[in-house]
């Protein structure tokens, strides 16, 4: 009998109390996200029907100056760090100027119990990791720090170390997330799709005749 090796997240900070009426609008597209994987990316501009709030992060300016709701704020420069590592700003328009973090920050609010704490163990183990590795958190790292961190629990690797599985799982998750948020926003539409703002929707007026029209 083969036993599976299981290591622990660290145990996440949650910040309680989150309503859900306002969240309402994106239920949809969180519960699509959920499906959605970066090999499918082809098909995500048909499920674009939400719209990410306005972000409150300057261009150039820091990830961290944005307020989440559902995360702790350190939760949330985390987050926001990792996601502009993610996509970030090229000639087109980054994650963080898509709104990416406070699309993730609200779809949180909307998984169950389970799938949030999954995430905020997930945050907190790159944060233990990188605290192991250089001693400070990793929203304060170097970049090369926070490259060689990342890139050890990327898919690059056909498989990891036991100690390095909980990190790959969550980087594969925060993936897929970001990227179905990135490309489903209006800036990763428009900018980096190169699809059109507005789709114009055609309706099928169907048959006019009375129905014994074609009766003998």
Known sequence: MKTELKTPMPTPTVRPGVSRRRLLVAGAAAGVAGAASAAGLAGLPALATHTHPTTSQ??????????????????????????????????????????VPEFIDLQ??????????????????IDERCTRLHGHRFADAEEDQEHALLEAISDLHDDHPP????????FTDLKRRVLFGYFTSEKGRVEALG??????????????????????
């Open 163 to 170: 100690e390095l599985k909980p990190g790959a799982a969550f």
């Open 195 to 216: 699809l059109p703002d507005k789709v114009e929707r055609q309706v099928f007026q169907g048959c006019t005749h009375g129905s014994n029209a074609h009766r003998a």
């Open 108 to 125: 949180l609010s909307l998984d169950d119990s389970d799938r949030q704490l999954e995430f905020l163990g997930g945050l907190a183990w």
């Open 58 to 99: 300057p261009p150039g300016g820091d990830p961290g100056a944005w307020q989440p709701q559902f995360l702790t704020a350190d939760q949330g420069r985390l987050l926001a760090r990792l996601t502009d590592l993610i996509v970030p700003r090229t000639k087109t328009a980054g994650a963080l100027d898509a709104g």
